[in-house]
């Protein structure tokens, strides 16, 4: 957390999403889901596998839209807007898996990211913040991005995001497939990037450790509803946290497991 007396909890939030449903067919993935992100602060949700996290972040971002409630983004409704225009108003979408275009090259795939702007000099100077932050992105510049490793692949992705000068990153499931030696060094590269940029990022991550230790503020999904939300320092001490996403367990008294027990959040 900064060290100025501010702190992104302070801040007005720049997305908002109330009451927001979204299915595939007739399976309900996110039911009433409310949530606000502040701005210049890093928010998480934390769920298991099927929870609904990714269906989130694609009903933001336009590839999926809602069938209620509503998106709102720098006080801008942007629910069911075509994508392409919430790109233009600063919202940037980090898929999981990576998706980077693989018969181009590294630096031809971070131009892709900046294709809404205009100001050369500015895209220059970011060319070389992500080269900064990614110094391997550097080398292998006019390499083909499909022959980068997975987590060199993933680094293209944050800085094909970060070419485009967004307000807001969407980032789904950074760590997926990767080793906890690379897991580390890009989450603490996103810290670096919202700490001196100052950029706001939702995350969507398994890893409930290195997302909590990450972030300022969390949200956990369980069956497409939010069951529990604060602070990521007093989540990380809640038992259930502990529990069910830390794997953090203790033994009773007669020896019986508190992972036994159900959830206390309900």
Request: glycine share 8%; aromatic share 6%.
């Amino acid at each position: 957390m900064s060290s100025s007396t501010a702190t992104p909890l302070d801040n007005p939030p720049v997305l908002r999403l109330l009451n927001v449903e979204s299915a595939y067919g007739p399976i309900k993935a996110i039911r009433g889901v409310s949530l606000q992100v502040r701005k210049g602060e890093i928010a998480t949700v934390l769920g298991s596998n099927g929870a609904g996290k990714t269906t989130i972040l694609k009903t933001i971002s336009g590839i999926l839209d809602p069938r209620k409630g509503s998106v709102e983004f720098k006080g801008l409704d942007i629910t069911a807007k075509d994508p392409a225009f919430i790109v233009q108003q600063g919202l940037l979408h980090v898929p999981e898996g990576r998706e980077v275009f693989p018969l181009l090259s590294v630096r031809d795939n971070l131009l892709m990211g900046a294709y809404t702007r205009r100001d050369r000099d500015g895209v220059a100077r970011d060319m070389e913040m992500v080269y900064a932050y990614f110094p391997i992105l550097k080398e292998r510049s006019h390499q083909d991005a499909g022959l980068l490793s997975g987590g060199q692949q993933q680094m293209l992705a944050i800085s094909r995001a970060l070419m485009a000068n967004p307000d807001l990153i969407l980032l789904d499931e950074p760590s997926l497939g990767l080793s906890p030696k690379l897991t580390k060094e890009i989450f603490e590269i996103v810290v670096r990037i919202n700490r001196e940029r100052g950029t706001t990022i939702l995350l969507v991550e398994q890893n409930a450790n290195m997302a909590l230790n990450a972030s300022d503020y969390g949200y956990v999904l369980e069956n497409g509803r939010i069951v529990m939300e604060d602070t990521c320092a007093r989540l990380r001490e809640k038992e259930d946290i502990k529990e069910f996403y830390l794997g953090l367990k203790e033994t009773g008294v007669r020896g019986e497991r508190r992972w036994k027990k159900k959830k206390t959040w309900r």
